[in-house]
């Protein structure tokens, strides 16, 4: 019998890489670093003799050995998601909240505010886990904190925040070349985070600018590596405003503008809608959807 790859972790790590097409999207969805995930794609070739990916400009890209694989692969995860739902179920276990949610929401806003839930509810536990699928029905989470539109089939999803966009920038940048009107900003490097493509063009189309060269846009895949940047004064950005609080509290960033930016995304609490919500789920549901109320956007 072929000997199977040492740890399901490394198969896990290629299933966020083939979904996003990016080490550092995959890292940031695993809670793992860039060169933790590069090193167990490498450990998997390897294993399997072939390269699984092409190393391109723009990220990854499935080799046909990487697809036929990752083709083995979903299914089997997807089954051993509902396996460990069944065995969970067995203890029932209902006090645990095996929660997932991109690593600049946990980062900068939930875990700041997670003392005053577990104060409230001692007896619940949420744990942080990695998605195993993107398959929301497959159980391996309670729930998700997920970006998007808020129409995904089979979850019930529950808006939070990250609607409303902000152009911000570091005071000490921003005293170098001043923004004094909306054009100024065409003097500044434009950051982006690639889940709001054009943003920008939005941005300099609502206040009337001509001139925006989008080839001049810095991308960025993950929000914990474009704040730095922005304090940096690398640059100015758009983002949510809930994401950088602590960041205009403390100036080490100031807004450009007061007026909000709306977009039709934003980031939901989204559990399976065809399992019952347990009791630990609801209150913390309840408790997440109040803080975000109450969270300056």
Not at 232 to 237: F, I, R, S, T
Request: glycine share 6%.
């Amino acid at each position: 019998m072929q000997q199977l790859p040492q740890s399901l972790t490394a198969i896990r790590v290629f299933d966020a890489a083939a979904r996003h097409l990016s080490c550092s999207r995959a890292a940031e969805e695993l809670c793992l670093t860039q060169s933790a995930v590069s090193k167990q794609i490498h450990a998997l070739e390897e294993h399997l003799g072939l390269p699984l990916f092409n190393r391109v400009h723009h990220g990854l890209e499935l080799t046909l050995a990487g697809q036929i694989y990752w083709d083995a692969v979903k299914p089997a995860l997807a089954l051993l998601a509902e396996g460990t739902t069944r065995i969970r179920a067995l203890r029932a276990d209902d006090r645990v909240i095996h929660l997932g949610l991109p690593a600049a929401v946990g980062q900068k806003w939930l875990i700041p505010r997670l003392a005053g839930f577990n104060r409230r509810h001692p007896d619940i536990n949420v744990e942080f886990t990695p998605r195993l699928t993107h398959d929301a029905k497959s159980g391996a989470l309670t729930a998700e904190i997920r970006f998007g539109r808020g129409k995904w089939p089979g979850v019930r999803a529950h808006y939070l925040l990250g609607r409303e966009l902000y152009a911000v920038g570091s005071p000490a940048l921003l005293k170098q070349m001043p923004v004094e009107q909306p054009a100024d900003v065409l003097r500044h490097r434009l950051l982006e985070h690639i889940e709001l493509p054009n943003i920008w063009e939005r941005w300099f189309a609502g206040h009337g600018v001509a001139g925006y060269d989008a080839r001049l846009i810095q991308k960025y895949e993950q929000y914990t590596l474009m704040i730095p940047a922005l304090t940096a004064g690398l640059g100015v950005g758009i983002l949510p405003r809930f994401l950088v609080e602590e960041e205009l509290r403390r100036r080490k960033l100031v807004l450009l503008e007061k007026e909000a930016l709306r977009s039709d995304y934003g980031y939901y609490l989204v559990h399976a809608k065809d399992r019952k919500a347990s009791d630990a789920l609801e209150h913390f549901t309840r408790w997440l959807l109040a803080e975000a109320k109450h969270t300056p956007v």
